[in-house]
């Protein structure tokens, strides 16, 4: 499988480099595309040569090309989960989805536990979903110290576009961007990035702790680089079968 990638930065240029390893199994390099590309000519270079699309390069860009890169036939992996907040932009994938045969797919990222937490909350009575992030300041891109944000993930996605994703794929995973609350705090001292997943359900209680390295810029998870491996793994094993999760709550 040829894997184009949208964005050469901290996940994108990892992800060329394994590519260009043979680390990431049954997948080889497409396109390889950063900001200075030609507009017009991003979408023709990436789906050129790339049976799949890995978008690493924000939500303008996903807003920009997501939806033409699965026009044009192509899968696409979102890393900028927070670009679903919008309700419009979500839509628009799925209609260009539709219309070119293709899927669309977000890794579970920077966070984890998403399989059992989709399937608890498909059991009967009410289930309340948290996520507590603590971040250094500058990953945050806020001068305060302590909780800096309290709120819906997608409230969380447009206070902090940048670095919300993990709230809006637990979001889409199980009860939804306006029913899973999130909490933010920025702490100087933190010298990984936490977050904690707690949830109430009709079938148990749930509580993961992820103590995140990062890469080498201070504020993406290392661990995502993987888990789009992973996902990539999957759909090349599965012949481009989406396996991740997209929207893990019931319709
Ligand atoms: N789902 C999850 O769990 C996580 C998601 N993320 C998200 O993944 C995305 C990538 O993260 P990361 O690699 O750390 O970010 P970086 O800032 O390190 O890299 C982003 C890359 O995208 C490029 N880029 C920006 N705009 C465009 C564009 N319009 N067209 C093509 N390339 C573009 C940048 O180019 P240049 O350097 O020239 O500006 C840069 O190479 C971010 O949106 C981040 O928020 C991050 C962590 C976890
Ligand atoms: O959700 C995000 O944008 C990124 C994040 O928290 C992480 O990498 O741990």
């Given amino acids: 499988m040829r894997v184009s990638l949208l964005g050469t930065g901290g996940i994108g240029g990892t992800l060329r ?5 043979g680390r990431v199994a049954g997948c080889v390099t497409g396109a390889a595309v950063g900001s200075r590309f030609p507009a017009g000519a991003v979408v023709e270079e990436l789906t050129g040569s790339g049976d799949v699309v890995v978008e690493a390069a924000g939500g303008a860009a996903v807003r920009a090309y997501g939806a033409q890169v699965l026009a044009a036939g192509r899968d696409l992996v979102v890393c900028s989960a927070g670009a679903l907040a919008d309700d419009a932009v979500h839509a628009e994938l799925d209609a260009a989805a539709l219309a070119g045969g293709a899927r669309w797919t977000v890794p579970p990222g920077a966070i984890g536990g ?26 945050l891109g806020v001068p305060d ?19 919300a994703n993990v709230a809006v794929t637990l979001g889409l995973a199980t009860t939804g961007i306006d029913r899973v609350r999130v909490v933010v705090t920025a702490d100087p001292a933190a010298r990984r990035t ?58």
């Fill in 17 to 21: 480099e394994l590519l260009a390893a």
């Fill in 114 to 139: 998403l399989d059992l937490l989709a399937a608890a909350i498909r059991a009967d009575g009410a289930a309340d979903v948290t996520l507590t992030t603590v971040k250094t300041p500058g990953a």
């Fill in 145 to 163: 110290v302590g909780v800096v944000f309290a709120g819906t993930a997608r409230e969380a996605a447009l206070r902090f576009p940048k670095t």
């Fill in 194 to 251: 936490r977050h904690e997943i707690t949830a109430r359900t009709a079938v148990g209680e749930y509580r993961f702790a992820l103590l995140n390295d990062t890469l080498p810029a201070g504020r993406t998870s290392a661990i995502t680089v993987w888990s789009v491996v992973r996902a990539l793994e999957e759909l090349a094993a599965r012949g481009r079968t989406p396996i991740s999760l997209k929207k893990g709550a019931p319709s």
